[in-house]
């Protein structure tokens, strides 16, 4: 199974982007999905996750209210939609998905089973 993270590219700031992470090979009926990302020196960050078994999304705070996860279960794909884009969203954006529904303590760790290899989003000033 591999994800393929698209959508990255270069936006100016208050602008709109929206990401994409499509699963292929042999894919398996995922039930949490997520995305995370990472800045240039820093940590991975959680960002934003949602469950197929309960549909219920989870935000970080540094997102709240800006971004809006979504999927398409038929698809198998995770949406990240980055509205109000700041230059401190600039990060390599990675997906993430587990095929059990993780435990809310879960959620904003790593423990997924699969990882995307990420896309760029850079956002100017």
């Known amino acids: 199974v591999q994800l393929q993270a698209s959508g990255g590219g270069l936006v100016q700031a208050g602008g709109s982007l929206r990401l994409s992470c499509a699963a292929s090979?042999?894919?398996?009926?995922?039930?949490?999905m997520a995305w995370f990302r990472q800045a240039p020196g820093q940590e991975r960050e959680f960002l934003s996750a949602?469950?197929?078994?309960?549909?219920?999304?989870y935000y970080a705070d540094s997102v709240k209210g800006r971004f809006t996860i979504s999927r398409d279960n038929a698809k198998n794909t995770v949406y990240l939609q980055m509205n109000s884009v700041k230059p401190e969203d600039t990060a390599l954006y990675y997906c993430?998905?587990?095929?059990?529904?993780?435990?809310?303590?879960?959620?904003?760790?790593?423990?997924?089973?699969?990882w995307g290899q990420g896309t760029l989003v850079t956002v100017s000033s």
């Open positions: 090979g042999r894919t398996f009926s995922f039930d949490t």
């Open positions: 949602i469950s197929r078994s309960s549909g219920r999304p």
């Open positions: 993430a998905a587990n095929i059990n529904r993780l435990a809310l303590s879960a959620i904003s760790t790593p423990r997924y089973g699969y």
